[in-house]
């Protein structure tokens, strides 16, 4: 169990982190959403126990975890943080790299648990390869197996996703975060990207200028509309009589009514068209269609049932 009780940091006078409280069970994956400069990366730090907090306090598994003032090596031991410059040797390869934090007391288990964690990742062929020869996102999914062979209880990323190419991330995210779940491993994410706490995560906490402003389970956040913050966290957002719209709450009506819009830009999604459209309030509104409607048109609007 993570246990962040009330915490504060701030590195001069005014506050990154504010009164920040959450409880992570072992095993649950948590999406840490929010805008750049909100704090997510200060707060990782926190937990991990690389800055000394000005108020509140971390427990894992009711221990204290503590700052550098407190402890000569910072850091928590059943804990991995990985920062978004991924500490890779630059002269080592990438099985050297990844077995460093691999006892050499079982030089053929070593061996295996190193292909083992490769092959998680993606990268079992660039093994004999040096990371200064490495591309950034293949450096971040190298980093990403050293974090996991140091076996921790809790693994704190930063956007760990945000130099993999997307055709790979997604094979990326499914086969770590089920790793995670398998190992019965907690997991906190700093993301932009909501759709990686849709599909992943157990709970979300988003925050907004260094505080909590909403913490619970992923779907909950997701379906309440809570805000044009936190919904617009997820995807594109409408506004519209003081209520706040998906694109798949909106649909074209088939008759007249008062909700008016002037189509702007069609972007083809695949399987259907995002429609950005003005609408006569000039707020702007998206909404989903199978087809592309042409720039100008003007179009009913109403919210699906």
């Not at 076996?151 to 130099?163: G, R, V, W, Y």
Request: hydrophobic share 40%; proline share 3%; with cysteine.
């Amino acid at each position: 169990m993570l246990e962040v009780n009330n915490i504060t940091f701030a590195y001069d006078k005014a506050p990154i982190v504010r009164n920040i409280s959450f409880e992570l069970p072992q095993g649950e994956l948590l999406s840490l959403m929010g805008e750049s400069g909100c704090g997510k990366s200060t707060l990782l730090k926190a937990i991990y126990g690389l800055i000394d907090l000005k108020e509140g306090e971390v427990r894992f598994h009711n221990q204290r975890v503590w700052g550098p003032a407190h402890q000569l090596v910072p850091g928590h031991s059943t804990m991995k943080y990985l920062a978004q410059d991924f500490g890779l040797g630059p002269y080592h390869t990438v099985a050297e790299n990844v077995g460093k934090f691999i006892s050499n007391l079982d030089l053929d288990y070593k061996k295996e648990r190193v292909t083992q964690l490769l092959t998680l990742v993606g990268m079992e062929r660039f093994a004999p390869i040096k990371a200064l020869n490495l591309s950034g996102g293949e450096k971040q999914r190298v980093a990403l197996a050293m974090s996991l062979a140091q076996e921790p209880k809790l693994l704190l990323l930063d956007e760990p996703f945000s130099q993999v190419d997307n055709f790979r991330k997604n094979d990326l995210q499914r086969t770590l975060f089920a790793y995670l779940k398998e190992q019965n491993i907690s997991c906190v994410v700093a993301t932009h990207d909501g759709r990686d706490a849709l599909s992943f995560s157990d709970k979300t906490l988003i925050m907004r200028d260094g505080e909590l402003l909403h913490f619970g389970d992923t779907l909950t956040i997701y379906a309440q509309n809570t805000d044009f913050y936190t919904a617009s966290l997820f995807g594109e957002v409408s506004w519209y009589k003081d209520k706040l719209f998906k694109p798949q709450q909106i649909t074209i009506a088939p008759e007249r009514t008062d909700w008016q819009a002037v189509v702007q830009h069609c972007y083809y999604q695949g399987a259907y068209y995002l429609i950005e459209a003005i609408a006569a309030d000039n707020n702007k509104t998206f909404f989903y269609h199978t087809s592309s409607i042409e720039k100008g048109t003007k179009v009913a609007l109403q919210a699906r049932e």
